[in-house]
């Protein structure tokens, strides 16, 4: 079946999931000072909150039988396990082991989900299947990207 | 000028901010576990946060000299004021004095709003400009509006 | 606790949820060209489908002690177990039993939620809590509500 | 058919159709310092403009034999012909006759789409069918509604 | 005129359309247990649907007298014949000759469009005009997008 | 601190803006009926306008000791200096002096977008900072992106 799957095609399949946290920019390492003219408002004490919007996005060989890139609820059950369970509803300052030694800015946190995909995926991934982008929209106005690169 | 008002004609006029909280759903009054049947993953200790989308709605009969019900910049200055210094970048539990003996739900936000803008509003509001409505998204699921009622 | 709720405040709580669907508007009792005239290439044979996406508003006094007006948990629940179940991934016109005797346009649809929740919430409704709207978006442009009117 | 029809059911049926129209906000009666007061940057000579969006919401009991509210096709043939046709790709203060006395706020906007589609509507509205509400958004934060009040 | 294009500009083109369609997520060749392993509640009979979401990404040079990189009107036309034409208000497994040999994921459903829009494209791409990418948009959520790899 | 920075991490940054304009899409080197063959109802004499959405994309090296790319703080600054004060409540043919030899189109606005910035950015750009990417939504619809190619 599906001849127009008889020569390989390379598709990107995207899957974007949400979680609710909160988080203080500041860098204990700095004076209190360079910290406010570093990060503003953002260094409150208390920290404030998102609503994180994460898009993960595949790439690889569309299978000829399934007509899928990949499981995508394999992947649902992964991104549950890893990023929901990690970040959903949690403090990312306080709550999250991976950032105590970080600013936890949105570059941080995508550098961070693109790890921790890339060692849970681990076996999973291969010639016909790679992980291409992690994506994060702090806001609907502020995203950030990152490759692997 | 401005002949299509020449009868009063009342209109709704709708504005949107947006402010980044953090907030955690707890009633110290509850015991614990109390508070987890209730609120769930929402009372995790340091508490999360959200993008609060907040949508204010004023009523009341066209201006035929400006065409407008009300200054928007004037609401503008208002809503900078009152809601974005407040909220903006806060952590509801902390740093809101008015929140300090509620639990920071979306439902006792949207009364607390009205009833700062109703204040500011105060003599500015008559027969023909009414505060109609506040409405906040939790996030892009969840909303609550409050009519005063 | 929650001083702001000392005197009763009726708020409005919304939340959304979406559902995959096809449908054809075809009424049997109908010859097929007038079929044809009314509902034009929404009478195509095999059907057609939409991601429909379902706003259910209820009102009511906020609780003093939680915050809250419903738990959105025991909501979610209901909604999975009434909506999903019977809608979600499935042929309006083959599939739903309470649809056998419809055209499953969007206001029939709208109608035939509010009677399931209406049902479903029964007892749970009360002096201080209501069904107060469904609402669904057939596409990005469409959109159909219902009051119980 | 359609027993969910059975007894009559009052639905609210809406439907968006978009807009590109340059406009400015200036009064010709007032002096032009008056309009940068009022106006400010709305004010500026050339006009500037807006992808207005539009939200027609028509009321009524739904017909049993069609399940619909009202023919779609034929409300898009009548917002085509008298919205799309009056107001796309022109600009308000120069091209719309009816806007030539008026300073073309949204408010104001509001209440002459009102006029002209209870106008046009004349003699299809009756006991089961009503204009109910016009709604626009001048940007993603901004809009109007008018119901005709 | 336009000096700012006097040095060649690669840009790229980006346009939307929607489509409505049901589809079933089945394989012939396999066994009933199979197919409902692969695809769960989307292997459902009768089929359901989706409103797809389609972006089309043309890339090449900018015209100088013009300042287009294509027209979009004729872009427009080839979208409404060969793709609205064929795929909108249809049931993908039953009205469409080209899926007749594939499960309709919406991975075979981008590669199916990109090799639609190659062969109509065909004279009118050269050096200066490329077919970039494919996008579908399931859900909010799932997307899809394929470059011609 | 920070080890998820030790080794240097590529990430893209993006931020969103909007601005509102008219224009009108006419060369004036070409005789009217050409104008009105190219370009349509965007020829109308006075214009029309968009809400025009704006997304700068930066890339480069997160840095070890802030987790940001880049401030963006300082980046609204120049955003606010060079695009919206040149470009929001104007008509882009009469009053944004770089466009006087150009038709503006998006395309056209995207590549003037890139070049202002590439100029004002000049030396805070450096081996581990870049402009990457200059997007401009003209409608929800159309959309261009532009490079540096």
């Known amino acids: 079946m599906n001849d127009l799957l008889e020569r390989p095609r390379k ?3 995207s899957r974007k999931i949400e979680f609710n946290a909160a988080h203080r920019l500041f860098n ?3 004076p209190d000072d360079e ?3 570093i990060y503003g408002k953002c260094s409150n004490k208390h920290g404030h909150g998102h609503n994180y919007l994460l898009e993960i996005t595949l790439s690889g060989i569309v299978d000829r039988t399934t007509g899928f890139l990949f499981d995508l609820k394999e992947l649902k059950t992964i991104l549950e396990e890893e990023i929901i369970n990690r970040f959903d509803h949690k403090h990312l300052n306080h709550d999250v082991a991976e950032l105590q030694k970080c600013v936890p800015t ?3 946190l995508c550098v961070l989900v ?3 995909l890339e060692e849970r995926l681990g076996n999973i991934l ?3 299947l790679a992980l291409h982008e992690v994506k994060i929209y702090e ?3 502020n995203s950030v990207c990152y490759l692997g690169e």
Chains 1, 2, 3, 4, 5, 6 share one sequence.
Do not use: F, H, Q, S
């Open 11 to 13: 598709v990107y399949v």
């Open 28 to 30: 204990p390492d700095l």
């Open 35 to 37: 910290n406010v003219a």
């Open 106 to 108: 949105t570059e941080v």
């Open 114 to 116: 693109w790890d921790i």
């Open 126 to 128: 291969n010639r016909e």
């Open 139 to 141: 806001t609907g106005k």
